[in-house]
Nanobody, 124 residues
Framework: QVQLVESGGGLVEAGDSLRLSCAAS????????VAWFRQAPGKEREFVAA???????YYPDSVKGRFTISRGNAKNTVDLQMDTLKTEDTTVYYC??????????????????WGKGTQVTVSS
């Protein structure tokens, strides 16, 4: 049984940093594309970052230069370092993993394994 568990969310002030972590069981991350998405109430799930073949990284313009996705120090984990946080980064962040092609990496529908999410709140 595949399980993804996010951790590291919390309440910070604008300009602060947070580091999210996603730990997997039942799959080996090195064989999957791993991504972070976020979703605010009433909005579609938004692509935040992806790690493809354990070394290629992808970001949307909204977080490029502020967020960094990487393999975690712990085995079978992927981290999301979030710097210079803004109030508009406030929402629930989800980890996802899937076997997909590069052109699909930003599409949440292509991922078939999801965590339950972790709340990030950035105050002004």
């Amino acid at each position: 049984q595949v399980q993804l568990v996010e951790s590291g969310g919390g309440l910070v002030e604008a300009g602060d940093s947070l580091r999210l972590s996603c730990a997997a069981s039942g799959i080996t991350f090195s064989s999957y594309a791993v991504a972070w998405f976020r979703q605010a109430p009433g909005k579609e799930r938004e692509f935040v970052a992806a790690l493809f073949r354990s070394s290629h990284t992808y970001y949307p313009d909204s977080v490029k230069g502020r967020f960094t996705i990487s393999r975690g120090n712990a085995k079978n984990t992927v981290d999301l370092q979030m710097d210079t946080l803004k109030t508009e980064d406030t929402t629930v962040y989800y980890c996802a993993a899937g076997r997909l092609i590069l052109t699909s990496i930003r599409s949440p529908n292509q991922y078939d394994n999801w965590g339950k999410g972790t709340q990030v709140t950035v105050s002004s």
